[in-house]
Every structure is written in structure tokens, then in C-alpha cells.
């Protein structure tokens, strides 16, 4: 992945990572304008010849897509923000590489949660926001993996 891309992506997760902290809540109009952000520089670089990044934007939308699924079975158990955000990001990773980045995001909320639950600072039935845990996930995956 080029390094326009790379600083982008995070940016976008910095910015959802303080509105999912906050708030709670991601900004549909943060992930629009990112979308759209993003879809220059893919065009771009199908124009250079780099046409093998077409394939990564159906099959990497695919997890966010099953995180809208779970978020509709769960009520928003998953929030559908993090949903839209996996996908926007999937369409520009590919599918392993997001999958990695969902699955070790996954694993350090459930750390979070076991640590927050021992030391009695939260609830099962408290909800967590997954932002931060994706962008930690996706430095991660950048550096130890890529």
C-alpha cells in the first residue's frame, strides 16, 4: 500500500477512534468524505497499471459487510460504523489483510474487557468502543506483519 493511502487510512481511524471515545458514535459524513478521499488515489493508481487493486474492493468490503450483518442480529451490538469503516478500509487492504487487522482488533477488546472487568472498572454489559482498538490493530498489523 502506497504511503498516501497508509496516512489517510490512519487519519481516518485517529479521527473516528476520538468520536468512538467520545461520543460513542461515528460520523457517517467522516466516512463518506474519507470514501470519497480514498477513491482518487485507487483511481489513480489504476491508471498507473496497478489494476490488481480492483480485486481487493469487492472481497475486502466483505468483513465489514458481516459486521453490518452481526450489528443488525446484535442490535448494535457492533455498531454499523464500524461496520462502514472495516469496509471502507477492506476496499483498500484486501481481505487478509483486514481479517488480520478485525481479528487482532477483536482479541485486544476482549483483553481490554477481561482487565476492565478484574479490576471491577466495568460491566459484561458494558460497551466499548472498537475504534481504538482497530487503529492499535492496524499499527500492529503495519508493522510486525506487512
Known sequence: MSILINVIIISLLVITSISDL???RIS???LI???ILLLPVLLWRCYQGRWELLKCV???VIPGLICLV???ITREGIGFGDGYLIGIIGMYMGLSKIVGV???AFF???LCSMVLMMIK???RKTELPFVPALLVAYGIQHIFLW
Open 22 to 24: 467520545k461520543r460513542k
Open 58 to 60: 469487492p472481497w475486502g
Open 121 to 123: 472498572r466495568v460491566s
Open 33 to 35: 468524505i474519507y470514501g
Open 102 to 104: 478485525v481479528i487482532i
Open 108 to 110: 485486544l477488546i476482549a
Open 28 to 30: 457517517n459524513r467522516v
Open 70 to 72: 452481526l450489528g443488525k
